[in-house]
């Protein structure tokens, strides 16, 4: 397959889409980690968001997380417009329908309709990015006043997210976008690690037992975030 094939054809777009989602997928995991941080004001009421902030300080301002970052959102934007490709490729296979609706037979809801949770996803993250990766990164909106760690100022990514996730609607709207990230993930897991090679039925199951897993995990762990800083559980 030459480098033009991985992005035009039907086989190719598969494999990038793949490759991407195992990409997402390890972002995903350092990406709730670091977010669960602020988990620890449960455990500690004195800790206010610290080590979430320093987390967050260190991420924003590693030299090669930084270029990664730049890796990161190329990735995000190649799985895109290839998951949209194929998307589109598969409702022109689908011209012609079935007799009569399979249902569930053929495959999952969710499988099919990853163009719409997609949708949503690409939404959620416009929303996302626009609350805390675009003021972390460029406007600092929210983020006026530092807080100081052994001498060391600091973005407050935590004081942010207790007054992002104030208003009703935000939190809705990222509960939403976490359902939508956890049916997403559903059939994205194991679909990944098939694209890449990975047939034998033993090895599948074990994947897609991990999958559910991990999907319900990720996904409620982050819808987790906004309701706690609603309900004022932490913060």
Same mark, same amino acid.
């Not at 033009?4 to 086989?11: A, G, H, L, N």
């Not at 260190?58 to 890796?71: A, C, K, P, W, Y």
């Not at 939403?176 to 690690?193: T, V």
């Given at each position: 397959m030459t480098f %033009?094939?991985?992005?035009?054809?039907? =086989?190719g777009k598969k494999l990038v889409m793949g490759l991407t989602g195992l990409f997402l997928i390890?972002?995903?995991?350092?990406?709730?980690? =670091?977010?669960? /941080?602020?988990?620890?004001?449960?455990?500690?009421?004195? &800790?206010?968001? &610290?080590?979430?902030? %320093?987390a967050a300080h260190?991420?924003?301002?590693? #030299?090669?997380?930084?270029?990664? &970052?730049?890796?990161l959102m190329a990735g995000i934007v190649l799985h895109i417009v290839q998951g949209y490709m194929l998307e589109m490729l598969n409702r022109k296979a689908r011209a012609v329908g079935y007799d009569k609706p399979m249902g569930n037979v053929g495959s999952k809801w969710y499988s099919r309709s990853m163009g719409l949770l997609g949708t949503l996803l690409l939404l959620f993250f416009i929303l996302h990015f626009s609350h805390f990766w675009v003021p972390a990164r460029f406007t600092h909106q929210g983020l006026d006043i530092p807080v100081t760690y052994n001498g060391v100022d600091m973005h407050d990514m935590f004081g942010l997210m207790k007054v992002t996730f104030s208003q009703? @609607?935000?939190?809705?709207?990222?509960?939403?976008? /976490?359902?939508?990230?956890? @049916?997403?993930?559903?059939?994205?897991?194991?679909?990944?690690?098939?694209? #890449?090679?990975?047939?034998?039925?033993?090895y599948l199951s074990l994947l897609n037992?991990?999958?559910?897993?991990?999907?319900?995990?990720?996904?409620?762990?982050?819808?987790?975030?906004? =309701?706690a800083m609603y309900l004022e559980w932490i913060g």
């Open positions: %033009k094939q991985m992005f035009t054809s039907s =086989i390890s972002f995903l995991i350092v990406h709730v980690s =670091i977010n669960a /941080c602020i988990f620890a004001d449960l455990f500690n009421p004195d &800790e206010n968001g &610290e080590m979430f902030n %320093k260190f991420m924003g301002s590693t #030299v090669l997380i930084r270029i990664l &970052e730049v890796g009703l @609607w935000v939190v809705i709207a990222y509960i939403i976008g /976490c359902i939508s990230l956890f @049916w997403h993930l559903m059939h994205g897991f194991q679909s990944a690690f098939r694209t #890449v090679g990975v047939s034998n039925n033993r037992n991990i999958g559910i897993g991990f999907s319900l995990i990720v996904s409620v762990l982050f819808a987790l975030m906004p =309701i």
